[in-house]
């Protein structure tokens, strides 16, 4: 199989069932399924400028709703009661190269223990400019030097592990490639407290590197998470190279994009700059401020393959454009826009029934509604920080959006702010709107979670009607149903999961004797795409007006 024919095999895995089950003598959409691959992305190189949401057709309203939604996020919310969600927070958004957003709230260093805050004077509140520990989005640069390898010849993505590394020569780790680790399907554990099982930075390397695979594992047929991979990818960029890491990622990366602030432990001079962590008593460290917070990265001298690494919000913006650009950034070229679309198929789609949290590239997370929110697509790719840091790059519509913040400051016991990162998510993609047909007034479903809303015409023979569609997958489905008397209901079809971002005409035949035709939209606890809008709605070959309809949790839009 061609490459090309692979990037469509595991993308469709991806969106299986996005039209749902339609059976052709009762319901038939006039399009094919809905699908995207890395091939269909268009890779627009431009230079990062600030501007109007309106530029670039964004609501302002809802660029509106993403700062408040920042702010709101600095008090205790119903998903997060005992705790703010993080003390300070940056956050910026973009789309087609225009920055549209960028706020700082609250503060980079407000507390000095989980009981005690810092008196006023000495409390530094977050700006534009504050430097976050990014914590696991490290392992992108680790992955974008990693691949430049790759494309140099250096590193082959299906050879073996333990070519490179000796230590991967152990009997059940020598079919592991260097696939396996960027993608979590190795069947390494997801890690390991080196730092207080080892003495030395030596010792914990080693450890690291010859820890066993998981019992019964096969690589490739199972998803762990794991910061071991992403560690050893690191020592496979130091040796292959003959650099160090943060050496290897500035030659790569940062450097030929400019991003000054953005590296591995800091410079003390920086200190007042950045946001501090958390409050590590247990490890000897006390508040964490300057130094990485994660404890394995720490105890191997602040540079790993999986954290270490510190960077800003306008710093980010530039890789995110450099990859919006196909690899191409102010006359830098970084990775080829092949290598991005390689890097963007979904291998793991194989493994979704099993393990459906694990929607990988070669090291970008893929399609994360949890905290993609509405941005989310087969092709949405990113990564999220344990320190409350994430990146989601959306190349459907050339947007994106940077979330740093110090949610472990002073304790990760306070809880996450996953809810916060999708919630930004879905404002910025309620920002892009959805143009209505004809310049009719479409229904829409309210954005609810755990809710079922209803949309129902009286209706018997054929019924037309078009669709526009962006669901959770496998959670958030929509049901088209018909009845003969209001009160039993049997499906038709249904809608689930991405649906191109575009309307799709649909006929219904319906059962003999029904009088009635339901759109019926339910949600589960968390999360969501961009939800479901009917329009142009037809009953044998008459066109409804809005008394027609009974709304429960629908509502008309032009948006």
């Known amino acids: 199989m061609d490459r090309r024919a692979l990037m469509r095999a595991a993308a469709g895995a991806a969106v299986a069932g996005a039209i749902g089950a339609l059976s052709p003598s009762r319901a038939q959409a006039s399009d094919s399924v809905p699908t995207v691959t890395p091939d269909d992305i268009v890779f627009e190189p431009r230079q990062l400028r600030t501007g109007r949401p309106v530029e670039v057709g964004l609501l302002p309203e809802q660029i509106e709703r993403v700062r408040a939604d920042l702010s709101a996020y600095l008090a205790p919310t119903p998903d997060h009661s005992a705790h703010p969600s993080y003390p300070g927070a940056v956050a910026l958004a973009a789309k087609d190269g225009v920055i549209v957003l960028r706020e700082a709230v609250g503060q980079a260093v407000r507390y000095a223990t989980p009981t005690t805050e810092l008196p006023p004077e000495q409390q530094i509140a977050a700006s534009t400019g504050t430097i976050y520990d990014l914590a696991s989005m490290s392992k992108l640069f680790t992955t974008v030097t990693l691949l430049q390898l790759v494309e140099q010849g250096r590193i082959g993505l299906d050879t073996t592990v333990a070519t490179y590394l000796p230590e991967y020569a152990e009997s059940a780790k020598t079919t592991i490639t260097v696939r396996h680790l960027l993608t979590h399907t190795s069947g390494l554990p997801a890690d390991r407290p080196l730092y207080s099982e080892f003495p030395t930075p030596q010792t914990r390397l080693a450890a690291a590197l010859t820890t066993p695979v998981t019992a019964g594992t096969t690589p490739g047929e199972q998803y762990v998470y794991s910061d071991l991979g992403l560690i050893a990818l690191g020592v496979l960029v ?275 004797g029904t009088t009635r035709l339901r759109w019926r939209y339910v949600t589960d606890g968390s999360a969501s795409g961009r939800g479901v809008y009917v329009d142009h709605v037809r009953v044998a070959g008459r066109a409804l007006s809005a008394s027609d309809f009974t709304a429960d949790g629908w509502f008309p839009s032009r948006t």
């Open 238 to 512: 130091e040796r292959t190279t003959r650099r160090s890491l943060d050496a290897a990622v500035h030659h790569a990366v940062t450097g030929p994009l400019s991003m000054r602030d953005t590296g591995y432990r800091p410079d003390p001079l920086l200190k007042p700059r950045i946001a501090a962590t958390e409050y590590e008593d247990y490890v000897g460290r006390g508040l964490v401020w300057g130094e990485v917070h994660d404890e394995n990265a720490w105890s191997l001298g602040g540079v790993a393959g999986h954290a270490g690494l510190f960077s800003t919000v306008d710093d980010l913006a530039v890789f995110a454009q450099m990859m919006l650009g196909g690899g191409h950034y102010r006359g830098r070229r970084i990775l080829r826009e092949s290598t991005i679309r390689q890097a963007l198929v979904n291998y793991n789609a194989h493994l979704e029934d099993r393990f459906p949290d694990s929607d990988r590239g070669l090291g970008f997370e893929l399609d994360k509604h949890s905290y993609m929110g509405g941005l989310a697509s087969p092709v949405t790719f990113g990564h999220t920080g344990f320190t409350g840091t994430s990146i989601v790059i959306d190349p459907l519509a050339h947007t994106f959006l940077i979330l740093l913040t110090n949610r472990v400051h002073p304790s990760r016991d306070w809880g996450t702010n996953t809810a916060s990162r999708r919630a930004l998510g879905s404002d910025l993609a309620e920002a892009i709107p959805v143009r209505p047909l004809l310049h009719s007034t479409p229904w829409r479903a309210q954005r609810r979670d755990s809710a079922t809303a209803t949309l129902t015409v009286p209706a018997t023979g054929r019924a037309e009607f078009s669709v526009w569609y962006d669901t959770e997958p496998h959670y958030d489905t929509v049901f088209v149903e018909s009845s003969p008397d209001g009160t039993t209901w049997t499906t038709i079809t249904t809608f689930n999961g991405y649906g191109g971002r575009r309307w799709l005409p649909v006929t219904v035949d319906l059962p003999a």
